[in-house]
């Protein structure tokens, strides 16, 4: 396993682009905000294109740069890998990390598949054993509303939660003339809107909610067939939308809709919880408000979750700050020898949910029932 007590944890990210840019500014910051978990050394920025990847790295504030990742993952002075790349090489990076004793953080969805996110997880059981640490990255549970809302939930401040809307809307591929993209691909992608937005709703149910998705029943549709591609037109395998009605072991249906078609929406999370007694809702594009009962809080005090690492009250965060907040608490569970959330096994509970929404879906909105998770007893 890495050792940890040979001064700043070496970290590599595989991935440059969006998500590799996100997590860039994460470890160049966390140390400056988070100043009690392990420092780490941004040791190599990893990509496909040497010349861009190098690009970037100077930007971010990478020590090194390669188009190598299996070499990364068995060097002695890595001790984190961080996954950004495509969903289709999810599983094979992560699960050649953990097998050479490395921490691995892996962005959502954990697989393109159940049964990929299900050999992830056999994995990373085995390395937890050896004292190693692995996460997925869902991001929004570490905006300081949503971990209020969470703590309101298992408070008992809403009383028993009976119904739950959620939807994640974009609107970025609503011109018939936008490219085609690797997201639009099933072979890279897995899935369209349903992976990409709809992996974060389900993961907000189970955080917000404390509970189990038993159930699915959905619809999904490709409202544009065929896109352009660099060698002419291409057919788009994936979902442009997705609607589902959940439930929960707990009794709650979830309303559920995702979607990169809603004109005029850029970043769209909108959840609201109805509970016996009182009511929660929050809006992503409004990220540092939560309602609760229909009167408005602003959630940036220092009595509110991870808030105290930033600014005097009234001072909100953004969107970044949420992925600062994950690399602490990834390097503090690694740190304290604690295993961190979510876990493999959370992001696979996911991956089971988003797979019986698409089986609903081929079976015209047929229900498709969930096992529970297994628990350590059993």
């Known amino acids: 396993m890495p050792d940890s007590t040979r001064g700043p944890l070496g970290v590599a990210v595989v991935g440059y682009s969006f998500m590799g840019k996100a997590h860039s500014h994460a470890w160049r910051n966390v140390g400056a905000f988070f100043p009690d978990v392990p420092p780490v050394r941004q040791q190599v920025l990893v990509g496909r294109d040497d010349g861009a990847v190098k690009e970037a790295a100077g930007r971010y504030g ?65 390395a937890a054993e050896r004292g190693q640490r692995s996460m997925v990255g869902f991001n929004y549970r570490r905006v300081p509303a949503l971990a209020l809302a969470r703590q309101l939930v298992a408070d008992g401040r809403v009383g028993e939660v009976r119904e739950v809307r959620a939807a994640y809307l974009q609107d970025w591929l609503t011109d018939d003339a936008a490219p085609m993209t690797w997201r639009l691909r099933r072979e890279t992608a897995g899935s369209g809107a349903l992976g990409d937005l709809g992996a974060h709703v389900v993961d907000q149910v189970r955080f917000l909610l404390g509970d189990d998705v038993t159930s699915a029943s959905g619809h999904l549709r490709t409202f544009v067939p065929t896109r352009s591609g660099e060698g002419g037109p291409e057919q788009v395998t994936v979902d442009d939308a997705a609607w589902a009605t959940l439930t929960t072991a707990g009794g709650a249906v979830v309303s559920f809709e995702v979607s990169r078609m809603a004109a005029g929406r850029k970043n769209g999370l909108t959840i609201e919880v109805y509970g016996s007694t009182g009511s929660l809702a929050f809006d992503l594009e409004r990220l540092n408000e939560l309602h609760v009962d229909g009167r408005r809080v602003l959630v940036t005090d220092a009595d509110h979750p991870y808030v105290e690492a930033w600014w005097p009250p009234g001072h909100v965060l953004g969107w970044d700050s949420t992925f600062v907040a994950q690399a602490a608490d990834f390097l503090g569970a690694i740190g304290t020898e604690t295993d961190p959330a979510p876990s493999f ?10 797979s019986a929404i698409e089986e609903s879906s081929s079976y015209v909105g047929t229900r498709v029932e969930l096992p529970l998770p297994a628990t350590k007893e059993d």
């Open 62 to 126: 990478w020590a090194e740069t390669t188009t190598d990742w299996r070499n990364v993952v068995a060097r002695d002075d890595i001790d984190v890998v961080d996954v950004c790349t495509p969903g289709n090489s999810h599983a094979e990076i992560a699960i050649a990390a953990l097998e050479a004793g490395k921490h691995v953080l892996v962005e959502k969805p954990l697989a393109n598949t159940v049964a990929e996110a299900e050999r992830m997880v056999a994995v990373a059981t085995a």
């Open 345 to 354: 096994a959370d992001g696979l509970a996911v991956q089971r949910v988003l």
